[in-house]
């Protein structure tokens, strides 16, 4: 119970916060999946996501399921999962679900730069953790921290500020 007010608390704060412009200077491209900001920067994840309906990260495995997550470019895993950002799969190829499509993302960035992509469908919540990263591009299923409420983290050099 008390994480879950937390994390009602930091998304209204990052929510506030996401709408707090500088001089005007905050721009989302959804196209190109792109966001610059007047503090900081901009974050460009157009290179992370895979173009041709392929995800970039295919069944990540996490307890009893499988996910997949595209950033910036749909994809499609049949039979239910068309034209998505993030699909979960149970381990047995019975259940698919929709956890996110990428024309309904915000993004929220904290007053210290950290951000995350926060993705709703019609009853389920996805927010995708940025991780600015030397490494390989990577994504971790933190899990579903509540019903039908899901928390990814995506670790790459595109998830950094001015980072591609």
């Known amino acids: 119970m008390m994480l879950t007010i937390v994390l009602l608390l930091l998304c209204l704060q990052t929510h506030f916060t996401e709408h707090a412009s500088i001089n005007g200077a905050n721009t989302l491209t959804k196209l190109d999946c792109t966001y610059q ?18 995800p ?14 595209n950033p910036c470019y749909p994809f499609s895993e049949e039979p239910s999962c068309t034209n998505v ?3 979960q799969i149970s381990k047995n190829g019975s259940a ?54 899901y928390n990814l983290t995506l670790y790459s050099k595109c998830a950094c500020w001015n980072g591609c």
């Open 96 to 149: 698919y679900y929709v956890l996110g499509v990428n024309s309904i993302v915000s993004w929220s960035i904290t007053f210290d730069g950290k951000v995350t992509l926060v993705y709703s469908v019609v009853d389920r919540q996805t927010i995708v953790n940025l991780a600015c990263s030397t490494e390989v591009d990577q994504l971790v299923i933190n899990g579903e921290y509540e019903l039908r409420h």
């Open 56 to 69: 970039a990260f295919r069944h990540v495995l996490k307890d009893a399921y499988f996910y997949s997550y």
């Open 37 to 54: 900001d007047a503090r900081f920067g901009h974050i460009d994840l157009s290179k992370v996501g895979l173009k041709g309906g392929i």
């Open 85 to 87: 950002a993030i699909c």
